[in-house]
């Protein structure tokens, strides 16, 4: 028979695990709704206010077939796609995230002090975990949509996906362009997260100390 510490330990994973895999599933709804409100707004907005984000909106459509800034039309493709692809992105950001928390469960939980019946606990954020989520999800997802636009045909006339190698020198529309751009891509995101990761500890240190 198993050592009921050991019992007491696997049914704490256990719930552990479960709480995190609902936080996922709301994550990923609560980032899906967001961005396709955003890209919603966004396309109205362009619409009906004299051009304003008109460019913002070319960009993204070109990597969101559909997404225009014709009018409810073009809106409500934006918002679909909002929705598919922030959901996407909110599960798996969350769970590559969940899945090194779990093994560093103790580290991170800082329990708050007090006389409390059910003392509470702040899960700190790991930052090259997040990083690393966020990171990828982004690289790949501009590797595959500029890729995409190779294979269909329009690189030469995607102007606006060209204007990125602006902020990200060397990315163009084309395979090894797209490689390079995502590997720059990838050492931004990865820099901001590890930067918002400090902030957030540091912040959680000072509000909940042990």
Not at 21 to 49: D, E, K, M
Not at 150 to 164: D, K, M
Not at 167 to 182: D, K, T
């Amino acid at each position: 028979m198993n050592d009921p510490a050991e019992r007491d330990d696997v049914s704490e994973r256990d719930v552990l695990r479960a709480t995190l895999s609902f936080n996922t599933r709301v994550f990923s709804a609560i980032l899906g709704v967001f961005a396709g409100a955003a890209l919603f707004a966004l396309s109205l907005v362009s619409h009906y206010g004299a051009g304003t984000g008109h460019l913002a909106v070319a960009l993204i459509g070109v990597f969101l077939p559909g997404y225009s800034a014709s009018g409810w039309g073009g809106a409500l493709i934006g918002g679909f796609w909002g929705i598919v692809l922030g959901a996407l992105l909110g599960a798996g950001i969350y769970r590559i995230n969940a899945r090194h928390v779990l093994d560093r469960v103790d580290e991170l939980m800082i329990p708050e002090g007090g006389a409390a019946d059910f003392p509470r606990a702040v899960l700190r954020l790991d930052g090259g975990s997040l990083g690393l989520a966020i990171g990828l999800v982004g690289a790949l997802g501009l590797i595959t949509t500029t890729n995409l636009l190779v294979v269909r045909g329009t690189a030469a006339q995607s102007v606006h996906a060209r204007l990125l190698s602006e902020v990200l020198p060397g990315y163009s529309v084309s395979p090894l362009g797209s490689i390079v751009g995502a590997a720059e891509l990838f050492v931004v995101l990865y820099g901001c997260c590890r930067s918002f990761v400090l902030i957030y500890n540091a912040v959680a240190r000072r509000r909940h100390p042990r």
